[in-house]
């Protein structure tokens, strides 16, 4: 007895239409899976807003400043920009806070009851780019650590911390602007030169590799006016 083959359909290979059903379903997530997909979701999406709000802030400084979302310089932390400008150099870490109240004592931020490390965490990041720019530039290059809450929640500030400054986002164009012009343009150029280069973070770069790159005119890096706040 002859066989007959569908061409279309070569015996072994397709699954018949009932497996292929079942084999094409996607299996349900269970309730515990969709509320962590959710709530996922909902951070993102909460962490995308945060910034483009700071993104506009900073914008806002102009063309003589330089931002550099610092991610894209391969250090881990999310919504913090390297900010170089006629004022200086800062580190701004943006923190969201939505509605809950802020308790701000010195060193200890405390929100919705809990004691967060933001200060310790914008100095440390505030020290790791400063050494990091002053080995490439031959330079001391100082970096003041910024912390910047985004959120309608009120601030209450029972004492504020030594070393680094603390605002809300939406002040943070007329903040960083009030350090008027401590540097000249051509060396903001330099600094955001600096902070662009790959040997800069490279944390085993050779020293030859740092000594090769040359930035400098015989200008120093701390090209100040000598005019504060």
Known sequence: MTGFLDAGRPPGLIPTDRDSDHLLQAPRPTPLEWARRRRNDRE????????ERAVNRL????VQWK?????????PAKNTFLAIGPGGVFL???KQHGRTRVRLAGDVVQIDGRRLTYIAEAK??????AKAMSRTAGSSIPVTPVLAFAGTGVIDVHGLPKGCVVTSYRELDYLLGAYGERIAPSTVSKLYSIA????TW???APRAQVQSYTWYSGLTAADKK????
């Not at 440390?124 to 780019?129: N, P």
């Open 44 to 51: 993102a999406r909460r962490a995308d807003a945060i910034r």
């Open 59 to 62: 914008s806002r400084l102009g």
């Open 67 to 75: 931002v550099i979302d610092i991610a894209e310089l391969g250090l």
């Open 92 to 94: 701004v870490t943006i």
């Open 124 to 129: 440390k990041l505030a020290d790791q780019a």
């Open 196 to 199: 662009r280069h790959p040997v």
């Open 202 to 204: 490279a944390d085993t």
């Open 226 to 229: 000598g005019n504060g706040r």
